[in-house]
């Protein structure tokens, strides 16, 4: 089965893959590798392979089971684009998604340059949102206009973990923001001026923008519980989507 989701901006989540390979800093503190490794230990089917890349094509019929309109995060345990996945194993993914219309599937990845190459010759399916992570200048802008050069419904960013103030930015064509800080023990921290900044472009471009979480260090500077951190910004919470959906 498709899994429920913690993800505060999806509904389902579906891993046609599991395991991937770490490129950048946003992937230093990985959390789909802990929980591999975890699932692992405790024997979990799909998981045998730890965190290496694995291939599961018994997963790809889930989707088509769900008679309910979904949203889902494709690979929330890997990366749809990583290098070792064939084409011909993503058009299969693809198909999927082309036959469900009724789902809506958001996929993001880090390796945008073979996200691009993939779509040069192909269609992107109208339910599917692509999104593109920017945890920083040096790695991210790239992948920006990566983005932006293909054609989809949807295009997204993910800022998260957000590591250093982005600048202003080109937002062209880009219809869904999300903005989250790291979780976990070594969590690196993230100040409310670059959130702010971000939701501001935002603002000022109609942009649709979510603010994730805090993660491991609050908006005072101080380190705790993310839960405890929460979710606010400036006193709300943001949680805008580009087209009406109810997450």
């Excluded at 490129?23 to 979990?44: D, F, V």
Aim: with cysteine; charged share 25%.
């Amino acid at each position: 089965m498709s899994n429920r989701t913690l993800i505060e901006w999806t509904e389902q989540t579906w891993n046609p893959t599991t395991g991937c390979t770490k490129i950048s800093p946003g992937c230093k503190h990985c959390y789909a590798e802990l929980m591999a490794l975890r699932l692992q230990a405790m024997g979990t089917p799909g998981y045998e392979n730890g965190f290496n890349l694995s291939l599961m094509p018994a997963r790809l019929p889930q989707p088509l089971s769900r008679k309910k309109p979904t949203m889902y995060f494709v690979n929330s345990m890997s990366d749809l684009f990583h290098e070792d996945i064939p084409f011909e194993y993503l058009d299969k993914v693809f198909s999927i998604i082309h036959e469900t219309k009724r789902h809506t599937y958001q996929i993001l990845t880090k390796r945008a340059d073979r996200m691009s190459d993939y779509f040069r010759h192909r269609e992107v399916p109208t339910n599917a949102w692509l999104g593109v992570t920017v945890e920083n200048k040096e790695y991210g802008l790239t992948r920006i206009r990566k983005l932006q050069d293909i054609k989809a419904s949807v295009r997204f960013l993910s800022c998260e973990p957000l590591l250093e103030d982005l600048g202003v930015l080109d937002i062209t064509s880009i219809n869904w923001v999300i903005v989250g800080g790291e979780s976990g023990s070594n969590a690196r921290p993230m100040k409310e001026s670059w959130v702010l900044s971000i939701k501001d472009q935002c603002e000022s471009n109609n942009i649709a923008f979510l603010f994730k979480q805090w993660g491991a260090w609050g908006v005072d500077g101080i380190k705790r519980n993310k839960k405890t951190n929460g979710r606010l910004l400036i006193g709300k919470t943001w949680d805008q989507y580009p087209i009406s959906h109810v997450v």
